[in-house]
Nanobody, 126 residues
Framework: QVQLVESGGGLVQTGDSLRLSCASSGRTFSLYTMGWFRQAPGKEREFVAAIGWSGATRKYTDSVKGRFTISRDNAKNTVSLQMNSLKPEDTAVYYC???????????????????WGQGTQVTVSS
């Protein structure tokens, strides 16, 4: 497992942008599929985006396609989520997560990911 620490959340207005970052400890970061999930009050944790080991493969949930971009820097052990054109429905606690399996066989559900950060709050006001 890896230790994950998110940063970059905050309170913004509709249409604004935010960039979330997740720093990982350990020497095997490049061997993990990395993901971002979010959980709004009263709702289940949902998949937002994932990126494969090399960064070449990325997956997004439909509601964020074209607005969010996931990226990783294996040299710095970090993964980021650039969020543009934010909407009130994007309000949630955002979690960084890691999965040892390849992105091609990860089902993008929370149970697939074995390591989690503590979460960072994103609030989008209307």
């Amino acid at each position: 497992q890896v230790q994950l620490v998110e940063s970059g959340g905050g309170l913004v207005q509709t249409g604004d942008s935010l960039r979330l970052s997740c720093a990982s400890s350990g020497r095997t970061f490049s061997l993990y599929t990395m993901g971002w999930f979010r959980q709004a009050p009263g709702k289940e944790r949902e998949f937002v985006a994932a990126i494969g080991w090399s960064g070449a493969t990325r997956k997004y949930t439909d509601s964020v396609k074209g607005r969010f971009t996931i990226s990783r820097d294996n040299a710095k052990n970090t993964v980021s989520l650039q969020m543009n054109s934010l909407k009130p429905e994007d309000t949630a606690v955002y979690y960084c997560a890691a999965d040892r399996r390849a992105i091609s066989i990860t089902t993008m559900t929370a149970t697939d990911f074995g390591s989690w950060g503590q979460g960072t709050q994103v609030t989008v006001s209307s």
